[in-house]
């Protein structure tokens, strides 16, 4: 597990604290001008962005933080009280105590999720939206994203009793699997892997309330008139291309582009072409 001195050193940035909601975030920033939220996904941090960091730097002050559990943060417990909508509660209190108004909120699958929640509560704090594959809201979708629901729920069901018998890391592997379509833990560069088994705590908590949140309702995205940007990663499973859809057709302000050669993990897998999807969209 790597200290936040070590962390700092590898990402050659400060690592900056903050109170939120009764715990302490970490984040780092980089850069100048109009501010540039990042919201990481499941088991994984603020590093997951690195080559967003240094990319949008020089046109945005770029903040990265870690998510509520997640490293180097306080670590959950297989009780902790992870949901989407606490994890909306802690950004919506991040950027006010930042002072961040208007912030540009970018964010990736389980942080996508949360950064539409935020901007749904709270629109005057969102300058725009960067949607990379949400985590699904069911209550959106039709008859065939429900029957896709029903066989991502079990694979999560035996990731959930995998991290139960206290095998995290096999029940890591086996989330990935699910969400991205292929065994891909073993893929990973040995940073990347890293950064995902120095997470594997949160996999039980948020796997017990993966779909919990507060209702979403078609009228509430109709009525969203943020900026949005909703990316697909051209090769994702069906149920990430079908919910984005359902996402598109609702969000009227939204954009629907596809992210070339990549799946779930879009701004990982290809980083250069998420990186022209964004600024695009920003200019």
Not at 59 to 65: E, H, M
Not at 80 to 98: M, Q, T
Request: with cysteine.
């Amino acid at each position: 597990m790597k200290t936040k001195q070590e962390i700092s050193e590898e990402m050659n940035l400060p690592i900056k604290e903050i109170g939120v909601n009764g715990t302490n975030l970490a984040y780092v920033e980089k850069g100048i001008g109009e501010p540039l939220v990042l919201l990481h996904g499941g088991v994984c941090d603020f590093r997951n962005w690195n080559e967003q960091i240094e990319e949008f730097s020089s046109d945005y002050r770029v903040i990265a933080y870690s998510r509520r559990f997640h490293h180097p943060n306080e670590k959950a417990d297989d009780d902790s009280a992870y949901s989407r909508a606490a994890h909306a509660s802690d950004l919506i209190e991040f950027l006010r105590v930042l002072d961040l108004k208007k912030a540009h909120l970018i964010g990736h699958s389980y942080g996508a999720a949360v950064a539409l929640l935020a901007a749904l509560q709270n629109p005057e704090l969102v300058g725009s939206l960067v949607l990379g594959e949400p985590s699904p809201f069911p209550s959106l979708l039709n008859e065939e994203g429900r029957s896709l629901l029903s066989e991502q729920r079990a694979g999560f069901d035996q990731a959930i009793r995998l991290a139960k018998s206290g095998n995290k890391e096999a029940a890591v592997r086996q989330f990935l699997k699910v969400i991205v379509g292929v065994d891909v833990l073993c893929l990973l560069p040995e940073k990347r892997r890293s950064v995902v088994l120095e997470n594997a705590e949160t996999i039980l908590p948020m796997l017990q309330t993966y779909y919990d949140s507060p209702s979403v309702t078609c009228v509430e995205l109709k009525n969203l008139k943020v900026p949005t940007l909703i990316i697909t990663g051209e090769l994702s499973p069906r149920i990430a291309r079908l919910s984005n859809e359902m996402l598109h057709r609702y969000v009227l302000s939204s954009e629907s582009a596809i992210l070339k050669c990549a799946s779930h993990g879009l701004q990982i897998e290809n980083p250069k072409g998420f990186k022209q999807l964004v600024l695009d969209f920003l200019s």
